[in-house]
């Protein structure tokens, strides 16, 4: 799709079922959302919806731009099995899109959790290596330290384990990270700004091209009703008052803007932008070329 003067492309690595019933139990309310969402986004009794690992590719301002390269293939995750052992044809699948891993210009991970950095490395002759061999991989300062063993910020984390050894030190390594404070200008038209609380480096990426304007929000948001509702969430969150903050700042931004929102796990068609039912926020699917 296009978005003013960037081309847009989904890359899907998997997707699976995952119960809403863990955010809320509101049988009324969620009735009423459902009646307005799509197929895949609140089904059944169990009001499930397909929970899609994907990244989002850029291209703009000469740039080839990949937004939290998932989880990648071959890991044990422990606690998070549904991501444990995969064998998926992302890297082709990247290449299909137009992004074959050696002309990605740009990475960046909204956040530290696995299934939005696993890609920036493989594992290739007994060691992970950069998958991107020519990008500058872009890692928020504060998100970095979160997760650097070294560092007096770090906390463990069960369900992310080993995430910067594994998905983030060969890249330091291979002398291919920066890390950078917020606000921080990637290109004329993209902006990295904080969105901080599902961790405490949570970032996501503005794009403003001729007058258009989308946020990629990585998991700032992970289901439409959260819109509705900001203060609803799914668990593993660093720190949940600061995230419910973040989403109510964001819905009004993207009203205020009438901006398309591009987050990290939404169903089909995986973005959209924000309207008004009455009192309540509602999500509008897609809405692009
Ligand atoms: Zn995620």
Redesign the pocket.
């Known amino acids: 799709m296009r978005l003013g003067a960037a081309s847009l492309e989904r890359v899907e690595e998997q997707r699976f079922p995952v119960s809403l019933t863990a955010m809320t139990q509101d049988e009324a309310f969620l009735e009423r959302q459902a009646r307005s969402l799509p197929p895949g986004f609140l089904d059944g009794a169990a009001r499930t919806f397909q929970f899609s690992s994907h990244s989002w590719v850029l291209r703009v301002d000469g740039l080839v731009v990949v937004v939290d390269p998932c989880t990648g293939n071959g890991r044990r995750l422990g606690q998070a099995p549904a991501f444990n052992d995969l064998d998926t044809p992302y890297l082709e699948r990247l290449a299909a899109a137009g992004a074959p891993a050696d002309e990605v210009d740009v990475v960046f991970c909204t956040h530290l959790?696995h299934?939005?950095c696993g890609w920036n490395v493989t594992f290739q002759d007994g060691r992970w290596v950069p998958t991107f061999p020519n990008a500058v991989y872009l890692f928020v300062e504060e998100e970095f330290h979160r997760w650097d063993p070294a560092s007096p910020a770090q906390h463990a984390n069960s369900f992310n384990p080993n995430v910067f050894d594994h998905c983030v030190r060969p890249v330091v390594e291979a002398g291919l990270a920066k890390v950078v404070s917020l606000p921080y200008q990637v290109s004329p038209s993209l902006t990295i700004e904080s969105a901080t609380g599902h961790t405490v480096g949570h970032a996501m990426l503005r794009l403003a091209s001729e007058g258009m304007r989308a946020y990629f929000t990585?998991?700032a948001f992970h289901h439409p009703i959260q819109f509705s509702r900001p203060e609803l969430h799914l668990p593993g969150c660093d720190d949940l008052a600061s995230a419910i903050e973040t989403r109510r700042r964001l819905v009004r931004r993207l009203r205020d803007e009438g901006a398309f929102v591009m987050p990290?796990?939404f169903p089909a068609p995986h973005y959209g932008r924000l309207g008004l039912d009455g009192d309540e926020v509602r999500f509008l699917p897609g809405g692009a070329e």
């Open positions: 959790h299934d939005h990585g998991d990290a796990h």
